[in-house]
């Protein structure tokens, strides 16, 4: 059974979200890309997400936000279940959409963290050996130029949204600094400063290797059916926090077995029948489906 998260609010992380067996169902397309940005703007409004960056690769997905009122996996299920539907419509298939796990979601410590894994996101598609720059991808993908640059309108895509249903005919979405920055110039300028350095060294790694990029028409020639050639890593580790600093990481972690260990016994207490138990600050799923006591948040 999978750990219970500790969901604090006012938490940043790195969000990702894999497709099933691997395959290209999230393939750079008219489609797809407005339906992945509209539900992403929908979902930011309904649960308070605060977004910085994102990158919609063709098998999988990151997000880089901050959750001021702990919703996250409110926020997560939401946009699962509706780019599954939406997409699946799109491409007329009904078979899983997502791997079977859950999705990932790595706490990001400091505000150096922040941006080490924002960068990290953007220059995947260049890590990936599919473009030269993350400008040239496709699919969707924050440019860092729009962090602070004010709302974007989005618009209802035409296919699977009912035109008289519920969902807004427009809804707007904003890229905004993270906490720990003083003004959106100051992470926007470290932000290409660190996205520059990767995509320079993504670009050595490929020509060391005696590779090509393979670039954006082949990308949107591919099958949402296909998968990646084999040798592709396929698991890891599935950290909860992250962090380059080695003593703010075994800080974080160490906060993380005490929520783990409060979690275990205040669960145990309540299945023997004691409804007064206090759960730890940063419980989730028993406090909106039981109503259990929580401690404050720190």
Known sequence: MTSPRQILPHATYLVTRRCAQRQFLLRPSESTNSIVLYVLAVAARRYGILVHAFCVLSNHLHLVVTDPAARLPAFQQYVDALVARAVNASLGRWEAFWAPSTYSAVRLVSPTDVLDKAAYVLVNPVAAGLVRTGSEWPGLWSAPARIGAGKIAVRRPKHFFAENGSMPESVELELVPPPGFTAAEEFREQLVEALEAREREAGRAQS???????????????????????????????????????WKRIEA????????????????????????????A?????????????????
């Open 282 to 298: 940063g419980t989730y799923w028993m406090r909106v489906g039981h109503d259990v006591a929580c401690a404050a948040a720190p």
């Open 253 to 280: 972690l160490g906060r993380l077995l005490g929520f783990l260990n409060e979690y275990r016994t205040a669960l145990r207490a309540w299945k023997a029948g004691m409804r007064d138990a206090v759960f730890p």
């Open 208 to 246: 060391e290797k005696g590779l090509g990029f393979m670039g954006a028409r082949k990308v949107l020639a591919q099958k949402p059916t296909a998968r990646p050639s084999p040798g592709e890593p396929r698991r890891g580790l599935s950290p909860r926090v992250a962090s380059k600093d080695k």
